[in-house]
């Protein structure tokens, strides 16, 4: 399944975004078959994907989340399989949550970015202070 990300952009300290990652081509493979995960990687030069660390993530039929501790309470995941489309809202954004946010999909839910197949291509989110 092919991903697509959009809505990164700059925040102040403390404000909100909402990330979505919608499946393409939405009448195939639709994400109701898949778990799907946030990851970032931070400013600086590309890294690895297995570098990237795990942020959000949500079971296919959305009956489970997982949150990485640093955006506990502040963050949410959500998914919707009839519109094969994912979400990332982020409220009380620090600095430290600047970076490249790429949405990911695979059977299985798991921190581990090398498990997962299909990328979207990522999007910017910068957080000032």
């Known amino acids: 399944v092919q991903l697509v990300e959009s809505g990164g952009g700059l925040v102040q300290e403390g404000g909100s975004l909402r990330l979505t990652c919608v499946a393409s081509?939405?009448?195939?493979?639709?994400?109701?078959?898949?778990?799907v995960a946030w990851f970032r990687q931070g400013p600086g030069p590309a890294t690895e994907r297995k570098e990237r660390?795990?942020?959000?993530?949500?079971?296919?039929?959305?009956?489970?989340?997982q949150y990485a501790d640093s955006v506990k309470g502040r963050f949410t995941v959500s998914k919707d399989n009839r519109e094969s489309t994912a979400w990332l809202q982020m409220n009380n954004l620090k600095p430290e949550d600047t970076g490249v946010y790429f949405c990911?999909?695979?059977?299985?839910?798991?921190?581990?970015?090398?498990?997962?197949?299909?990328w979207g291509q990522g999007t910017q989110v910068t957080v000032s202070s």
């Open positions: 660390e795990f942020v959000a993530g949500i079971t296919p039929a959305a009956e489970t989340t």
């Open positions: 990911a999909a695979d059977m299985l839910l798991t921190t581990n970015p090398e498990w997962f197949n299909s």
């Open positions: 081509p939405p009448r195939f493979r639709r994400l109701r078959d898949y778990s």
